[in-house]
Structure formats: C-alpha cells, structure tokens
C-alpha cells in the first residue's frame, strides 16, 4: 500500500475487524494456557509426579512466549502477522492434541509447556504488531481490547476445559481444545498487512537488482519496512534482524576473492550491530529506574503466578470443596485481571497519578493479598482473594507505559524485550520453587508466604528506587505528553 493508503487506514475502517481478529485470536491461543490450573489437579492424578515437576508445565507454557518475545517479535518483523499468526495456530493446536498422548509429564513439558508456549508467543507479538499498524490516536483502547481476549479466554475455558473433562475425560478435553485452536488460521486471514514485511522487500530489493540494475547498488529506501517515515538512520533492532541487500554478492561478482570481502564486510557491520546492542543493553541496565522495574516484574512474576496455577489444588488440599466448582477460582482470577487491565490503563492517563507509583501499589496490594490466602480458611474468602489477586495482576497493561515513560518511545522495542526477559524467567521459576515447597512441607502456607514476600520485596524496591529524592529531576517524574507516531517498528516488541 502506499503512505497514504496507509494513513487513511488508520484509526477505523478494517482496522475495527483486525482489532476482532486479534481479540479471538488471542482468545483461542492463551485461553488454555490462562486456565491450566483447572488442568493441573488432573495432571497430578493421572502421572502421579510431584507438583514441583508438574508444576514446570504450567510455568513454561507463559513464561517461554515472554523469554523468548525478541525472537517472536523478529519473525513479525520479517515475515508479517499474517503468516506468523497461521504457523503459531499449528504450533498451539498441535502442542494441545499432542498433549492429549503424553505418556509422562516429561512429554508434557515439551508437547504443552514449551510448544503452546512459544506459539502463543508469536500470536501475542503478531496480534499487538498488526494493531499498532492500524491504530494510532486509538492505539490504547485498541491494545486494551485485543489484551482483554487473554483474560476473557481463560474465564471461558476455565469453565468449559472443566466440563470437558466431565464428558470427555482429560485426553478428549485436549483434542477437542486443540481443534479449536486451529481456527487462528481463520483469525490470520482478517490481518491484511498495511506494511510489506521485511523479508518481502529484501527479496523484491535483491531480485530487481539481479534483473534490471546488475552493477547499481540498490537504493536505501528499497529497504525499509515502514513506507511513509522520513527517518534514515536505523535501530539497533534493525540492524539486528536485516541484512542490507547492497552488501550480498550477487552472481556478478566475479573471484572468490571480492566474495570473500563483501562477506567480511557484513561480519564486520553484524558485529559492530552486535557491540551496540550490548552497549546499550548495559546502559539500561545502569539505570536505576529501570533496574528496579526489572526487579519488581521479576519479583512479581515469581510469586504472583503461582496463584493461577494452584488455586484450584489448595481449596481441595484444605478440604474446602471436593471437586473444582462450575465457576473455578482461575475464572474469577481471569476475569478480574481483564478488569485490572482497563482500570488500571485508564488511571494511568489522569495527569496527577504517577505511574511508576501505581505499579508499585498494585505490587503492594498483591503481596499483601498472597499473605492472607494460608490464613483464609473458607472457599467465599479465597475467591475474594483470587478476585484481589486478579485485579492487581492487570498491571500488565502498565508495562508499556512505564517502560516508555523511563527509556522514551526510540527504545522502548529493546528496553520492552529486556524487561519481558526478566518478567518470562520470574514466571518460569515460580510454580515450580512453590511446588517444591509444598513436597517438602506438605502444605502450600509456608510456599504462599514466600511468593507474598517476593511481590511485597518489590513493590517495596520499585516505590524506594523511583523516590524524588534520589536527585531526579521533577520533569523526568511527571508525565510527558503523549506522542503518536505511526512508525509500528518502534512499538512492535511490546508483545
């Protein structure tokens, strides 16, 4: 499409459709995954492994998508949200019915764990890239909606995986939550690209210059991703995920010999793209902002998480019901996070509320919450709990925000994918550290103590480091202005 094509597309128009398209998408793919702990209890029974292993599947199902959303966001990059979005539709629905035959849990942990993990890894960054492309002014309301499928999915299909079961048992339920899962190819059809992806275009730029201009270098501008931006000097993500086609020897060159330098050149250009992403990768991390949000998402993944996956096993490991209820504690915990996540978005927007603050209060507010779940003795207190859980959990929605507000809108691609990591390895690492505790005492207090202390240990880092009185200047603490900009590439890695 051309840039005024593209303008106009912004803002309305299919971009209404897409933003349908996203939402079911994500809806299909985390829905499974956002209710596993229904699935849990049933995995123990039928393996009989402890919960410490057990546990690694639901952790690594949404912990490898975010560890591993740099690559996802690269394959969007270069291949477009179309094709990515139909390939992780195979990835999901297969790891599902795979899971089906899994003959121990050591196969679960790949078929579930890692294989639906990192497909719903490539719907996230394909569903929130093709939405910054079609929306601007409109782009938090239009991220609000399409994060929301995640929080909607897992309250349905924590009540219908239950019934599934029911019917159907364990295996069936699986086949049948896979087969659904294949209607993301569907949902790809819908997200025309308004953008050529970059593998496109490198592949245009390189065949023009074989057949029309063998011995003219291609021009620079053949090779951007973004038409319509006058910008000329490249990202470090840029130069990370594209290799300009000028420096390929094509079939004219002629001697091993100018092959073997233009081949040493691109080493040398890669290497030099290398150092200064590493470079500036430490200079984020010297920042004392920015290094407690680390901190503070991975404390919070660490002890906030479990929760959804062990709910549903504490109530019967306390004798509070004797099989998991029409509407589980994970529906209430998904359905209250989608809540959390308009809620908090839209205190953020009010001018007078600080942001970085607001993060740690929900941090404050979580831990608090964990503490008192090994005090509450009736299934009514746990579900208040879980609702509490829930609420404060849509802090997610704040991530972005702050992020952007700490490094600016240029690297918030880079700064986004860093503070995913740390966010990816917490989840990773929680349900498995309070599995083990629960083996080693037999009883989930002690395990609810320690993630309540790890999210309270955060909160309390994030609220301690972003203090006025650490020398930073006001203008840094208030709110910047808002600033649109339509160029996707810089906003791509938030998935």
């Not at 990202?235 to 100018?258: C, E, Q, R, S, Y």
């Not at 081949?263 to 200079?283: G, L, N, W």
């Not at 407690?292 to 906030?304: N, Q, Y």
Request: proline share 4%; aromatic share 12%; hydrophobic share 45%.
């Amino acid at each position: 499409m051309s840039p005024h094509t593209s303008k106009k597309a912004l803002d309305g128009g299919w971009g209404w459709v897409v933003i349908v398209a996203c939402f079911m998408a994500q809806f299909l793919a985390y829905g499974s995954p956002q209710s596993v702990g229904v699935l849990y209890p049933e995995w123990l029974h039928t393996f009989q492994e402890g919960k410490g292993m057990t546990a690694w599947v639901g952790s690594l199902v949404s912990g490898v998508g975010l560890i591993a959303s740099p690559v996802c966001s690269a394959c969007v990059d270069n291949f477009g949200a179309r094709p990515v979005t139909i390939f992780s539709g195979v990835m999901v629905a297969g790891g599902l019915m795979l899971s089906a035959f899994a003959p121990n849990v050591q196969f679960l942990i790949f078929s579930y764990g890692i294989v639906v993990g990192l497909g719903c890894g490539l719907v996230y960054a394909a569903t929130l890239t093709i939405t910054c492309q079609y929306f601007d002014k409109r782009r938090g309301l239009a991220l609000g909606i399409v994060t929301t499928g995640t929080s909607v999915g897992g309250f349905l299909y924590a009540t219908a995986q239950n019934e599934l079961i029911v019917l159907f048992g364990l295996e069936g339920c699986l086949l049948i939550i896979g087969a659904l899962a294949l209607n993301l190819m569907a949902c790809a059809g819908f997200m025309r690209p308004l953008n050529m992806p970059g593998y496109y275009l490198k592949q245009k730029a390189a065949l023009e210059r074989t057949k029309e201009q063998p011995f003219k270098k291609p021009p620079a501008d053949d090779l951007k991703t973004t038409p319509g931006t006058g910008e000329k000097k490249l990202a470090v993500k840029d130069h990370l995920i594209t290799i300009d086609a000028k420096d390929i020897p094509t079939p004219d060159n002629k001697g091993g010999f100018m092959a073997g330098l233009a081949i040493v050149k691109i080493i040398k250009k890669k290497r030099q793209a290398y150092s200064k992403y590493m470079h500036s990768t430490a200079d984020f991390l010297h920042d004392r902002n920015f290094m407690s949000l680390c901190i503070a998402i991975f404390l919070f993944s660490l002890g906030a998480f479990p929760p959804v996956l062990f709910m549903e096993d504490v109530a019967q490991s306390e004798g509070l019901i004797d099989e998991v209820k029409i509407i589980p504690l994970v529906s209430i915990v998904a359905i209250t996070t989608g809540v959390g996540k308009l809620t908090l978005g839209m205190l953020a927007d009010i001018r007078w509320i600080n942001s970085v603050f607001l993060y740690a209060f929900t941090l404050l507010g979580t831990g608090t919450a964990l503490l008192l779940i090994p005090i509450s003795k009736s299934y009514v207190g746990l579900q208040v709990l879980s609702a509490v859980v829930g609420f404060f959990s849509g802090n997610w929605s704040l991530t972005s925000y702050i992020t952007t507000k700490i490094v600016g809108l240029d690297k918030l691609t880079q700064a986004h994918g860093i503070l995913m990591f740390f966010g990816g390895f917490g989840i990773m690492l929680g349900p498995p550290v309070v599995g083990w505790f629960f083996d080693w005492t037999q009883s989930y207090d002690l395990a609810f103590y320690f993630s309540g202390g790890s999210v309270l240990l955060g909160g309390v880092t994030l609220f301690l480091c972003a203090l006025p009185c650490w020398g930073k200047k006001k203008a840094d603490i208030d709110r910047p202005d808002i600033q649109y900009t339509s160029n996707c590439d810089k906003v791509a890695s938030v998935a």
